[in-house]
């Protein structure tokens, strides 16, 4: 079977309907069992919308700008994946059961697969939304360079599996939809990359804010400079190469790749781009959300 005609089920299994990694499914009772703290801040997102970016961000407001702190340790230790899970290495229950409060959880699920007590105990949530034209592109690039995923083909075969939700963590639209029906509630912030990539100092502003910490010039200066695009490519607390190359092969392609908006613009054909905004307008009818493809 080529890569176009395959639905990828060999290689992921399904969580209520939805496509995820095998690894992560075998202890799923320890993510829907998992015992959110009051002080926990969740950053969720869709794979592949900045949600390095935005952790980063949030580490150095909690480590009140001090990046030394930061370059302690990989990213992924600091801030703990909550559903990852891996058989010997990477655990995001467990490293975050083991962790002092206030803990940073990372989060890939939709509202309805979050742990309860999350919002049981009416945690913080910062939700990061980046149009689906970039997220299929930097998504299809995830697949070539870590090993777990199968061969997702050509670009615009990997686009059809993206449309109709066949890759793990499901549909984008109803991902960025279902969030973004929860954005009034007060415990949330729904970024867009886009508005990081137009105004970072706004955005940093606007998450100091949320978590109720001070904001001073010099705060979110050093932390502008410390999460720059350029500064987390070649920080390796930040790039994933503390990672084996057997879990995501950089030689191929760089977890931090290009960090721009619209670089869909040169992957998708015309033909491509007009399919895809027609299905997109179907998907998204009724919503008030919307994104912007290019800044
Ligand atoms: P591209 O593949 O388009 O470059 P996530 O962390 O959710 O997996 O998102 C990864 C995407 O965020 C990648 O997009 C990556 O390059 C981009 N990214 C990571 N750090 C960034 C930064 N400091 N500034 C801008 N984009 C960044």
Redesign the pocket.
Known sequence: MDSSESDYSENFGKVHGILMYKDFLKYWDDVETFQAREDDVLIV?Y???????VS?IVDMIYKEGDDKKCREDAIFNRIPFLECRKEDALNGVKQLKLMASPRLVKTHLPPELLPVSFWEKNCKIIYVCRNAK?VA??FY??FKMVPVHPDPGTFSEFVEKFMNGLVPYGSWYKHAKSWWEKKNNSRMLFLY?ED??EDIRKEVIKLIQFLGRKSSKELVDKIIQH???QE?KNNPSTNYTMLPDEMMNQKICS??????SG?WKNHFTVALNEKFDVHYEQEMKGSTLKLRTEI
């Open positions: 997102t794979p592949r919308s900045g949600t390095t970016w980063e970039d592109v930097s690039y995830f990359y990081l990539k999460t720059s695009f987390m977890f931090i790749r290009k960090g721009i670089d």
